[in-house]
């Protein structure tokens, strides 16, 4: 049975890879960083925090990337960078997943944080 969040980075992907980008790497890891997805679009390197609930009840799912989890999303970025010699620019997006039943609701977040 697959996860509640392994279905919403699934409904992510799907979204970014039909906006165009591609699917570099899933739940990279570095130390106690994860980067739930890496990918290759508008010429950008773009690491994706997934966040997936099933209602907007206790506020939008991209409000509850914390200041820590940035801070180690950003470590994993930085040693991603070192170990695969990316020298153009990034960005950190954020994509919200609304799942309930069969539907959901995707919201992409470019520039969520630095």
């Known amino acids: 049975m697959q996860t509640f969040g392994k279905?919403?980075?699934?409904?992510?992907c799907d979204f970014l890879e039909e906006i165009g980008y591609?699917?570099?790497?899933r739940n990279y890891r570095f130390k106690r960083?994860?980067?739930d997805i890496i990918c290759n679009?508008?010429?950008?390197?773009i690491f994706v925090e997934v966040k997936t609930r099933t209602s907007r009840a206790f506020g939008q799912p991209e409000t509850f990337v914390?200041?820590?989890?940035?801070i180690?999303?950003?470590s994993g970025a930085e040693e991603y960078l070192t170990q695969s010699n990316w020298l153009g620019d990034i960005?950190?997006?954020?994509?919200?997943v609304i799942l309930?039943?069969?539907?959901?609701?995707?919201?992409?977040?470019?520039?969520?944080f630095y």
């Not at 914390?66 to 940035?70: A, H, K, P, V, Y």
């Not at 960005?91 to 919200?96: H, L, Q, T």
């Open 41 to 45: 679009g508008e010429g950008l390197l």
């Open 91 to 96: 960005r950190f997006d954020v994509v919200s």
């Open 100 to 112: 309930n039943k069969d539907e959901s609701e995707t919201f992409h977040i470019k520039d969520a």
């Open 72 to 74: 180690a999303i950003n």
């Open 66 to 70: 914390s200041e820590s989890q940035q």
């Open 22 to 25: 591609e699917i570099i790497s």
């Open 33 to 35: 960083s994860e980067i």
């Open 7 to 12: 279905k919403g980075e699934d409904i992510a």
